[in-house]
């Protein structure tokens, strides 16, 4: 069995195929291949497997270029760099690596929201340009948490998690909106003393009511722009918004908007709309946080995804279910 790897990955998961008896081809450029320089590497050899990176765009033209794969692996939690209908045309496997690394993109969101409510950011920007004269009570206010509503979009395993920390960690109040209905988190968190985690049914009721938003989910064709200028005007002046989803589950241009005109308190994003590059105005706003897609970059979370990618592919080239089958 020959396997191609587009990028190096942590070693764990190289061991596991080659234990196996697979012969592994890696990238050797440290960088993403362009969709030619993939089509190219994958035209060398009849790989019988690829373990691919959420950077390359897998599609009918990729997959022709080598028929003899049975699947394409994703090194990542998401899968949107896939073109599924294509896949199943050709009868091929795609597989990501849902659940590694999940609790670390939770510890990130969770980050991110006391980066923004805390200020630290502005904080650490003030000590560091030397303008801290001395405690002053009127410096950098921020706002409370506990008693505060926090809104989610989404609530797979990340969502969840990132709900039971609110209310568990900072006594905060939880409503979200779903595709369906939560049940398992409503019972795990029931609302009680008014703290708990309530259902809504569309997106728009969580975001009048909410004071942090954080968005937890999949790109797809009905979440692209899920947040637009008219979902902004629809938010607390006060509130904050948090991604670690996708970048273009927000439309960033719309986002620059809200922040400059005060529609919106503040915004940490970890995620962007057009990779590496960010909207126009974003990087210089005081009321953001920016970290360079990094939500799941732990050392246990990577090697959880090298181990999951790893056996999506040989679970399937042995004839056994995928760990994580998207389609």
Known sequence: MKIYITRQIPDVGI?????KGFEVDINSEDRPLTKEELIEALRKKPYDGVLTLLTDQIDGEVMDACPTAKIFANYAIGFNNFNTEDAKKRNV???NTHGGGA???????WGLILALTCRIVEGDKYMRN????GWDPMLLHGTKLAGKTLGIIGT????????HRAKN???MNVIYYDIVRNEKIEKDLPAQAGFGATFYSTVEEVLKIADVVSIHVPLTEDTHHLMNETRFNLMKKTAYLV????????DENALVSALQNKIIAGAGLDVYEF??????GLAELPNVVLTPHIASATDEARLDMARLSAQNIIDVLEGKPAVNSVI
Not at 15 to 19: E, S, V
Not at 243 to 250: A, I, K, M, Q, Y
């Open 15 to 19: 061991k596991m195929l080659t234990d």
């Open 93 to 95: 496997m795609l597989t």
């Open 103 to 109: 609790d670390r993109v939770a510890e990130h969101t």
């Open 130 to 133: 030397g303008e801290y004269q």
């Open 156 to 163: 797979g395993r990340i969502g969840a998690d990132v709900a």
């Open 169 to 171: 960690g900072f006594m």
């Open 243 to 250: 991604n670690t989803s996708r970048g273009p589950v927000l």
């Open 275 to 280: 990779e590496p590059t960010l909207a126009k």
